[in-house]
């Protein structure tokens, strides 16, 4: 600055930047003021202020926003004291500024207006800029009209209908609406943009004949002063446009005056052009005696003749006419159509007639008067119901069977879909499937019509289930030895799966628990098996019988579960055959190595024995199959002979030891001829004195013998015993046997030992008395068999044995009560079914095989004083009376009991509803049934293919397998196919004496039997496909499937 001021050019330079910086702004002078406003929506803002005298410069910009604050308006004071600060002391100074005047808020957001206005509220924002703050909101919300959104018109709710045009014979109705449900507003589009506009709607109606019939009459007069004719087999046609009818409804009575007894056929015709249809006639007798009166014929409901407007009607008198009748005035009805019928002619229901050539008779009054009513409604016999079916159900399938019913038995129904569904439909008396069926529920509602219009809806319900997998083969079970120790496959499991779906089976359980069981696939197979585990340490007196719980389910989660038992075979102990022996050795002749004895033994389960001798100093050893054999020379042995005691053992048991006593003979002490037995000779030691010489000298000795008691073998006194029981729980017992052994031992012990080859699991003996029980519980009705032969052994102390037979024999008792399928049997029949007719079989079981599943029939009548019905033997239920008491609409609930042999009885209820059932039918031409469309066609042509191609190939092989003699090769044929016939049968016994030639002609015969068994089981199907004739009952092929309360379709029957 010091250097400025010695510089005049540095101080021109400073002047000029003062005055540009302060250029183009407002000023004002020390002590003056300044007013400066925007407008009310504004605040001022101010910049670049400069307070300065010369090249004293102080910015002012925030003392001028500071205390003015960003207001609208402020008066701009340039003071110090205004300013709060004196740059320059003393100098007279000037104050500039630029300034601006800014919004205090920023514009407000748009609106954003929804797709169609109703009642939405927006919301739109705004933002504050001035920096000291804003008074207000900064955000605000309104409804979306309000801010001019559209609204478009939707439609509001229909008015009723007014009044049809017409009372009858088909007028229209309409209805309307209005736009208002909103109403457009804002500029929004009206109602059905962009068209049509649809503010009305016309529907057709009352389009029913004009007159459907209430009560009305038709009759000219009933005059009791009326004459007859004496015409034979009259016939009248009322033509008279007056007395035609007029309505859709049936005939309710007839009433006319009777100028004479006898039949009278009331008819009511139908024309078309010149032909006449007989649509219904009723027949009334009146008796002798009752003439001169008038009498009323009221139709029973069943019987009532269904008429549409324009039907004639008329009658036929076989014999005298009946209707009295006047003529003669004008005012009489014209147009009656009077004549006689030939003899021969019958007229009958939906026949026509020649009522041209019957001249008209004019100025007739005949005394009848017909009556109308209104026809009944239709009525569906099993809607309502819900029929089961399986989800691989095909297309096309039947699955649910529809039957209606009308009290109007002649009018013509017709049954259609009330809506169309996706799945579902209606065809020719049954519901079919459209498309495929997945697991769920599925509906059909039906409408049924009659010739009236009357109608009546239902729906049919439709269930698609999973079925679950079956097990086929359990329970069973299987003898398995204790000493087993493979993997052993024990049982196949045989899992069926209604739908093909994949099964898996497990082991769900095992009792004992963690039993050596697994259940696995088969190698090779798609089949599962039950095996035992590789070394499972089996113990018969630990666990005599395990069980395994297997269950095999689907991918849909059904299952199935059944048990499988193993029963466990106890180890037999190893049996010596050949001891107690006694053996005499020469000692010159036997040698070290030689063999001087065999033990013979035997062990059912061929288990490996092992053998011991003792004394262990005896010059003996035996060797491992029961060899014994010396150790050494035994001359050098001198010891008269030996007491070897052998032991045999097989891997669980040893058994007692036998001895072999050994005699060593040199110079022998004999027994004399004389048989020693200890039970009877009469001193039990003896003394011997022998001498020794050799020629000059003699020594004697003496030798005391002593005679021991030796077991001897023991015998039963009978061959065969046998024993007897009810088929009863496990250790029941059986008839004590009255076993008798004889033993020459006195006071010999026996223990016995029961076999009864592979069936043995199932008894059990006591060893000590003999006596027979089960071991496990015996159903014979389950098991089948009731005869067992067994074995029974009886050992003495000394292991020596005998044997006799055992017959078991079981007898069924009478543990099973008569079962019925059903727990309710349906019966429809009407209320005219003649005496004897029958309406159904029923059938019980009973589970005992012996006579006591022999079951009778009774029916209780006594609530009808044991009339109306009655039972056969064998189930058949027939009408045993007249069942004129009833009417349509009754029903009455019998019991039916099964009563076996031993009085055990069950019971079904016998539902016998009365009712009609009339033939369905749709408003749908059926296609004609082609031949190949019929499934008896189909199965017939199959079944000739197939016998066709058997005499083909029968054919090629006698050609080429038998010699030119073919009848001889025929014959021998013949020859063969019995003898095969005699191979099986030998099979079957187990007989396997089957010679070379045999063999050969079984094995040429396989194919022919092959082939006859086809061409059989084909044939056999066809047969079973027949309906069954034996049904005398006249109910509708569906009658079964009306009323089950859940009906079941197998579509692949």
């Known amino acids: 600055m010091d250097m400025c001021k010695r510089n005049y050019f540095c101080l021109w330079i400073f002047s000029i930047l003062i005055s540009v910086d302060i250029s183009g702004g407002y000023t004002i002078t020390e002590g003056d003021s300044s007013s400066r406003s925007c407008s009310a929506v504004q605040f001022l ?7 300065f005298e010369g090249s004293c410069i102080w910015d002012a910009t925030s003392a001028l926003n500071t205390n003015c604050n960003y207001v609208s308006s402020c008066t701009i004071q340039a003071t110090n004291s205004w300013l709060g600060h004196d740059p320059c002391v003393g100098a007279h100074k000037d104050l500039v500024w630029q300034e601006s005047c800014t919004d205090i808020w920023t514009s407000w957001s748009s609106w954003t207006c929804p797709t169609t206005c109703t009642s939405q509220t927006l919301t739109r924002t705004r933002t504050c800029n001035r920096p000291a703050g804003c008074s207000g909101s900064s955000s605000e919300s309104s409804d979306c009209l309000s801010v001019g959104c559209p609204r478009h018109g939707e439609w509001g709710t229909w008015d009723t209908w007014n009044s049809c045009s017409v009372t009858c014979g088909g007028g229209t109705k309409t209805r309307s609406r209005e736009c208002d449900n909103p109403s457009p507003h804002n500029g929004g589009n009206t109602c059905g943009y962009p068209g049509p506009y649809t503010d009305t709607e016309t529907v057709n109606c009352n389009t029913l004949d004009c007159f459907i019939c209430g009560s009305r009459d038709y009759v000219h007069s009933i005059s009791t002063t009326s004459s007859t004719n004496t015409a034979q087999r009259q016939i009248v046609l009322i033509e008279d446009a007056s007395l035609r009818l007029t309505c859709c409804g049936v005939i309710k009575t007839w009433t006319f005056h009777a100028g004479r007894a006898g039949e009278i056929n009331f008819q009511v015709w139908r024309k078309d052009g010149t032909t006449y249809t007989l649509l219904g006639k009723n027949s009334y007798t009146v008796p002798a005696g009752a003439t001169g009166i008038t009498h009323t014929y009221q139709v029973p409901e069943f019987d009532r003749i269904t008429t549409q407007s324009g039907d004639l009607i008329g009658w036929f008198c076989p014999v005298d006419p009946v209707v009295s009748f006047s003529s003669g005035n004008l005012d009489y009805p014209d147009n009656i159509r009077v004549g006689t019928l030939a003899a021969g002619v019958t007229m009958y229901e939906g026949s026509t007639f020649s009522w041209t050539s019957v001249g008209y008779t004019n100025d007739i009054s005949y005394a009848i008067k017909v009556s109308t009513a209104d026809s ?15 989800d691989n159900t095909m297309i096309g399938s039947r699955v649910y069977a529809v039957s209606v019913w009308d009290a109007d038995k002649r009018e013509t129904i017709t049954i259609s879909p009330t809506t169309a569904v996706t799945h579902l439909n209606y065809n020719n008396g049954y519901i079919v ?3 495929d069926l997945s697991l769920g529920t599925y509906s059909l509602s039906l409408r049924a019509t009659d010739s009236c219009q009357n109608s009546i809806e239902a729906t049919g319900t439709i269930e698609v289930v999973n079925t679950p997998p079956v097990i086929t083969n359990l329970p069973d079970s299987y003898l398995l030895h204790e000493d087993a120790k493979d993997r052993v496959r024990l049982f196949t499991i045989r899992a069926f799966d209604r739908q093909s779906d994949f099964i898996i089976c497990v082991k769900s359980s095992t009792s004992p628990s963690n039993a050596p069981f697994e259940v696995q696939v088969i190698q090779g197979t798609s089949d599962y098996g039950i095996f035992s585990l590789p070394n499972p340490n089996f113990s018969f007196d630990t666990v005599k019988q395990y069980k395994i719980s297997v269950s095999c389910s689907d991918a849909t989660g059904g299952s199935d579960s059944g048990d499988f038992f193993v029963n466990i075979q106890k180890n037999s102990p190893p049996v010596i055959k050949n001891l107690p022996a006694d053996v005499i050795l020469d000692v010159s002749t036997i040698h070290s190595g030689d063999v001087v004895f065999t033990v013979v033994t035997h062990d059912e389960e061929n288990d490996t024995l092992t053998f011991t001798l003792s004394p262990s100093n005896a010059p003996f050893q035996i060797l491992n199959y ?19 005691s052998i032991t045999v053992a097989d891997p669980r048991t040893t058994i007692p030891a036998r001895v072999l006593a050994v005699h060593l003979q040199n110079g022998e002490v004999m027994t004399s001829s004389t048989i020693l037995d200890y039970e009877t000779v009469p001193s039990k030691q003896y003394k011997l004195i022998i001498t020794a010489t050799d020629g000059k000298d003699t020594s004697t000795a003496t030798m005391t013998v002593s005679i021991a008691d030796e077991n001897e073998q023991c015998s039963f006194h009978q061959n065969q015993y046998s024993v007897t029981a ?25 223990t016995y030992k029961l076999s009864c080859g592979v069936e043995s699991w199932r008894f059990s003996i006591n060893t000590n008395s003999g006596r027979v029980s089960y071991f496990y519980s015996y159903d014979l009705d389950t098991e089948k068999t009731s005869s067992y032969n067994c074995k029974v052994t009886a050992t003495d102390s000394g292991s020596l044995s005998c044997t006799t037979s055992l017959v078991i024999n079981i007898l069924d008792i009478n543990d099973n009560t008569p079962t019925f399928d059903l727990s309710e049997v349906p019966v429809y029949i009407t209320p005219y079914e003649t005496t004897g007719t029958v309406l159904v079989n029923v059938t019980a079981t009973d589970a005992d095989i012996s006579s006591y599943g022999d079951v009778t029939y009774r029916l209780d009548m006594s609530s009808y004083n044991f009339e109306y019905f009655d039972v056969t033997s064998d189930g058949a239920l027939f009408v045993n009376k007249e069942l004129t008491d009833f009417v349509i609409g009754d029903t009455l609930d019998l019991n ?10 069950g019971t079904v209820k016998i539902r016998i509803v009365f009712y009609e059932l009339n033939t369905t039918t749709t408003s749908t031409t059926e296609k004609p049934v082609e031949f190949i469309a019929s499934s008896w066609n189909t199965l017939w042509l199959t079944c000739m293919s197939v016998l066709l191609g058997i005499m083909g190939v029968l054919s090629i092989y006698f050609f080429f397998t038998y010699t030119p003699e073919s009848m001889k090769g025929l014959l021998t044929t013949t020859v063969r196919k019995k003898r095969l016939q005699t191979l099986q049968k030998k099979k079957i016994k187990g007989t396997k004496e089957t010679s070379n030639t045999d063999i050969t002609e079984v094995s040429q015969n396989n194919a022919i039997e092959e082939v006859i068994h086809n061409s059989k089981h084909c044939l056999q199907s066809t047969r079973d496909k027949e309906p069954n004739p034996a049904s005398t009952h006249p109910f509708p092929k569906n009658y079964e499937e009306d009323l089950p309360k859940s009906v079941e379709v197998d579509v692949w029957k």
């Open 626 to 644: 029961g060899d014994i054999q010396v150790t050494r020379d035994l001359a050098e042995v001198f010891q008269a002979g030996y007491d070897l």
């Open 433 to 435: 499937t459209e498309s």
């Open 376 to 390: 009944g409604s239709p009525y569906f016999v099993n809607m309502g119901l819900t029929s089961t079916v399986y």
């Open 45 to 51: 803002t101010f910049s670049n202020a400069r307070y």
């Open 896 to 905: 039916l009991s099964a009563v076996d042999i031993g009085g055990k009885q």
């Open 726 to 750: 009810d088929e009863g729980s496990a250790g029941g017992l059986f008839s004590d046997a009255g076993f008798v052994i004889l033993d020459e031992d006195a006071g010999s012990s026996h």
